[in-house]
């Protein structure tokens, strides 16, 4: 039988890890994106079956989610595998972390290759971490920064952040969803501002963020201002919160999503990752993208890069 482990260090708090790690049903998205396409619960979350990009499908059966000891145990019980058996530890504290993957397998032919998802699944699972802990300690040592400003996303899972509209009147609009629905103006953007290597251009679009709770918005832009209006539909796009718009983009691809081009005057841009600045009285540094889903739905993801 062969045994395999392995074992990397994570600039995580071990908690924030273990948080992701337990999460059995979300391997896809806050473990290893990108090499997991889907992962989906059976029996009542006993049975787990992960999808790797690939084509490759293994039905595993979870044996114990200690969280006392941080411990995954699970076991392949449909696949290329006669015995397999494995788990995965995370050690450590709010610094820094090890995880430890061990798995005993049959026949020992597939060792070498169960030894390679291991350390891709480790690797992926450090920089997906690393990266959500580092967007959310930067923006928490801002000077002043409030945890509850609205640039505030958490780190672990995307966040529904806000829905935009185009509507045709900016000031009745405004008073209609605050007044009559009792949402409250956060801030007010004069423009958006694309920052790229050959310089900054501007988006040429004005708009409102009205607070509706729990970090959740609505964003209002004046109809017909921008090419992207969408005529006699407000409703344009939903927005979600996500810690790193790069990994977040590409595992959209990797889904079924497709680029899309953002009409921009004298400009052009296919809606990858892109720095830019809300300008207005209180400037609001940024990172976006623009995807659109199976039904062309449009979506952005977006990343905060400070609390200004």
């Not at 006392?68 to 019980?77: A, E, F, K, Q, Y």
């Not at 958490?154 to 009745?172: G, I, K, N």
């Not at 052009?268 to 600045?277: A, F, H, M, S, Y």
Request: some cysteine; glycine content about 10%.
């Amino acid at each position: 039988m062969a045994s395999i482990r392995k074992e990397i260090v994570i600039a995580a708090p071990a908690a924030t890890v273990w948080d992701a790690i337990q999460d059995i049903g979300a391997i896809h998205t806050r473990v290893a994106p990108g090499f997991v396409t889907n992962t989906t619960l059976e029996d009542g979350g006993g049975i787990r079956v992960v999808t790797f990009s690939d084509g490759l499908v293994l039905r595993e059966r979870i044996i114990s989610v200690d969280g006392d000891s941080r411990r995954l145990v699970w076991s392949v019980v449909a696949g290329p595998f006669e015995h397999h058996n494995a788990s995965a530890q995370v050690i450590g504290d709010n610094q820094g972390c090890r995880v430890v993957w061990t798995a005993d397998l049959l026949p020992n032919e597939l060792a070498d290759t169960v030894a390679e998802i291991m350390e891709r699944g480790l690797g992926l699972t450090k920089q997906t971490q690393e990266a959500a802990t580092a967007s959310t300690r930067a923006i928490q040592a801002q000077p002043g920064a409030d945890p509850n400003q609205y640039v505030f996303c958490p780190a672990s899972r995307p966040t529904l952040h806000h829905v935009s509209l185009f509507v045709a009147d900016m000031e009745a609009s405004t008073r209609f969803y605050t007044i009559g629905l009792g949402l409250t103006v956060r801030e007010e953007f004069r423009d958006i501002i694309g920052k790229r290597a050959s310089g900054e251009f501007p988006f040429g679009v004005a708009s409102v963020f009205l607070e509706a709770g729990d970090g959740r918005y609505v964003e209002l832009h004046p109809a017909g201002q921008w090419p992207m209006s969408p005529p006699g539909f407000p409703l344009n796009h939903l927005a979600l919160g996500v810690a790193d718009v790069d990994a977040a983009y590409a595992r959209a691809l990797a889904a079924g999503g497709t680029p899309t081009d953002i009409p921009i005057p004298e400009q052009r841009w296919d809606g990858t990752p892109l720095d830019v600045i809300m300008s207005g009285d209180r400037p609001e540094p940024m990172r976006m993208a623009f995807v659109l889903g199976p039904s062309r739905e449009l979506i952005e993801l977006y990343q905060a890069t400070m609390a200004n």
